[in-house]
């Protein structure tokens, strides 16, 4: 079992920053693709950005060139940095991983462990 918990959520105005942490625990792995999902009220759960356990990276459309996905394999702690953050980045954002040694995936089936999320508000 892998246990993730988010952090780095919280209220900030249009083009401001935020980092968002996952700490993962449990039975890590460097082999472990993962990602990060947001929910905004009223709405489905959408892949944001995923790194994969061979080094490359995915991200959704709206986020490219503002959002940045990194892991620190030593700490087992992957990031999501949010820059020129936007009032429909509202959501609650999610950190998930995948079972070891899979293709990385967009689809939020994919991954078989989730965090409990951690909310960003983007005010205008």
């Known amino acids: 079992q892998v246990q993730l918990v988010e952090s780095g959520g919280g209220l900030v105005q249009a083009g401001g920053s935020l980092r968002l942490s996952c700490a993962a625990s449990g039975r890590t792995s460097s082999s472990y693709n993962m990602g990060w999902f947001r929910q905004a009220p009223g709405k489905e759960r959408e892949f944001v950005a995923a790194?994969?356990?061979?080094?490359?990276?995915l991200y959704t459309d709206s986020v490219k060139g503002r959002f940045t996905i990194s892991r620190d394999s030593a700490k087992n702690t992957v990031y999501l940095q949010m820059n020129s953050l936007k009032p429909e980045d509202t959501a609650l954002y999610y950190c998930?991983?995948?079972?070891?040694?899979?293709?990385?995936?967009?689809?939020?089936?994919?991954?078989?462990?989730w965090g409990q999320g951690t909310q960003v508000t983007v005010s205008s």
């Open positions: 998930a991983a995948t079972r070891p040694r899979v293709a990385v995936a967009r689809r939020s089936d994919a991954y078989d462990y």
């Open positions: 790194v994969s356990w061979t080094g490359g990276n």
